[in-house]
């Protein structure tokens, strides 16, 4: 049974002198705290203003999934967002040290980059590990879902790179109210739409649609983050010889889609059976298979 564990991180940057090369182990820059007991300052930006990036990491018998994926787009997020550079090697570690203390079943590391305490010198970071929810019954029963209006267009990330479309940041209070008003609809989740009609993402997942025998996912541009477990779920199709891609979607393709899901890392592969309360066909052999495929060890 995974325990809840919290490792503090004296982080280096990835352009540090004595950097990835010259430093084999930052064994000395952890700090293991307990993770029931009070560990930030009242100052800490991540809490005061969502100031700081994240990633969350599936853990599957102990074995953290898809780590460089994340840790590359934890390092993206940073330079969005204008943070030091993690040093991948550092994480990296944190998190094997992380999932040494998973146990059988599933888990979630979480990967904190925060700008730290106000004015003061250093960034925050630090890396947790508790028990993943149970999603069993979404990954059988599947998801309905309600269309929403992100309120941006597709060219609002090139346009103002300061509303950080592309960052996954800690501020995520849009992205629970909008799985707050999917409820009030009597969904279970949401899909993001652009203002200029063209399908986003979930609030906490990625959309892979599917038309016949091509599977398709809407571009990583236009404030969409690029999916780690998306990623994972593409490796395995392109294997079995299905054609996947990236485009710009219109919203009018969801209700004609033959598959959908939403994919994260942690709830791994949900079919969408319903868009808006019209029901769409469920491939539930595939949708088994993605999952067993998800719960497999990857890197």
Known sequence: ???????????????????????PDYGDTFTLVDAAAPALSVGELSTQRGDGVFESIGVVDGHAQEVVPHLERLAHSARLCDLPVPNLVQWRQA???????????????????????????????????APASDFR??????????????????????????????????????????????????????????SDGFVLEAPTASLILRFGDRFVTPAPNGGILHGTTQLSVYDHLAARDFEVGY?????SDLPRADAAWLVSSVRLAAAITAVD???????????????????????
């Open 1 to 23: 049974m995974t325990r809840r564990f919290a490792l503090m991180i004296d982080p280096v940057t990835a352009d540090a002198e004595g950097g990835d090369a010259d430093r």
């Open 95 to 129: 998190i094997d040290r992380a999932a040494a203390e998973c146990g059988d079943g599933e888990a979630v590391i979480k990967l904190i980059l925060s700008r730290g305490v106000e004015h003061g010198p250093t960034p925050t970071a630090w890396v947790t590990v």
């Open 137 to 194: 019954g979404v990954r059988e029963n599947g998801v309905r879902v309600v269309t929403l209006d992100r309120g941006y267009d597709l060219g609002a990330a090139e346009r103002a790179p300061w509303l950080l479309l592309g960052a996954k940041t800690l501020s995520y209070a849009v992205n629970m109210a909008a799985l707050r008003e999917a409820h009030r609809r009597g969904a279970d989740d949401a899909i993001f739409l652009s």
């Open 247 to 251: 485009d710009r979607i219109p919203a």
């Open 277 to 299: 309360g019209a029901a769409l066909p469920v491939d539930q052999a595939l949708t088994d298979e993605l999952n067993e495929y998800l719960l497999s060890p990857r890197d």
